[in-house]
């Protein structure tokens, strides 16, 4: 009986397809490769082209969703990944491997059983050959920055109070944050000093900050020293700040986040990045409004 069941999950499509994703996570965790191209495209489209060989009875198209998917489901299960990354690669991982398996159906007949593990192998090792060529030729991770504003009807002096210390972040949460992205609920200044620090805590971890500039009413300047979210092994906060402009009775609010990520190819990642970070300002900025609302009724 056993032996009928590790002889049907070999024969299947979707669990291999799913072992060997599963593999290639594995040694991207223990950092053996990198979060660029050769693993989000070249990985799944050889994944797509090896498995498409094993295609017996012409649902090869819905195994390997099945795998994609299980696999990704696990990643959630387990806590490996949070939804709003998923959701993210699922696009590009899920065209890599079909465009994979489409090339495949054009150019070679399908495999004899007994070919079928090494074929399987034929992903990983096309992923460490191609990350080895790609970490040697990839530029280095650039700084991004990120600007967001909000004209708010209160004192610069008074936001800015308002601002240093959060002890609540509770406004309505756009679509990012409602499919996963890490959501801070409250932000905490240990002393109001250059020097000191401020801690915005997530459900998930925190995000830790020391005070580079303190200036109530003009600005506030951080350097972010720890961050202890998913995606710390790609993604990097550098620096974090508030700045104030007055404007009669009003004052203009600019939240500034720079930040470097190791994920390619960054035509897919970058607007990604960029637009769960503005966001994540506008969760920020509408949680300080509705903040700043309260303590003046």
């Known amino acids: ?73 696990t990643l959630l299960t387990l806590g490996l990944e949070g939804l709003f990354c998923v959701l993210m690669a699922f696009p590009l991982f899920g065209v890599s491997v079909l465009v994979g398996h489409f090339v495949r159906s054009k150019l070679i007949k399908k495999s004899k059983p007994d ?39 209160y004192d610069a002096v008074e936001v800015f109070h308002m601002v240093k210390q ?39 971890g925190e995000i830790i900050a020391k005070i580079k500039a303190y200036k109530p009413g003009e600005s506030l300047e951080m350097e972010v020293i720890d961050y202890t979210l998913t995606g710390r092994e790609w993604f990097h906060f550098e620096e974090a700040s508030y700045d104030f402009e007055r404007n009669g009775d009003s004052t203009k609010i600019t939240r500034k986040s720079s930040y470097s990520s190791v994920l390619r190819p960054r035509f897919y990642w970058k607007p990604l990045e960029i637009w769960g970070i503005e966001q994540e300002h506008r969760f920020v900025l509408m949680s300080l409004y509705k903040n700043l609302k309260e303590a003046n009724e």
């Open 1 to 73: 009986m056993k032996s009928n069941v590790i002889k049907y999950l070999i024969n299947s499509s979707w669990f291999l397809t799913g072992m060997v994703l599963t593999l290639g996570f594995i040694l991207l965790h223990l950092e053996l490769i990198s979060y660029g191209i050769s693993f989000f495209i070249f990985f799944p489209f050889f994944l797509g082209f090896a498995v498409g060989t094993l295609d017996k009875n012409g649902r090869i198209w819905s195994s390997l969703i099945v795998g994609v998917i299980a696999f990704l489901g």
């Open 115 to 153: 070919q079928q593990i090494k074929i399987s192998f034929i992903p990983l090792l096309g992923l460490i050959l191609m990350d080895n060529v790609e970490q040697h030729l990839a530029p280095k991770p650039q700084l991004e920055e990120i600007e967001s504003s909000v004209v708010l009807p």
């Open 166 to 204: 959060m002890d609540t972040l509770n406004a309505d949460k756009p679509i990012a944050l409602k499919i996963g992205l890490p959501t801070p609920y409250k932000c905490v200044l240990y002393g109001d000093t250059v020097g000191s620090l401020r801690v915005c805590k997530f459900q998930n």
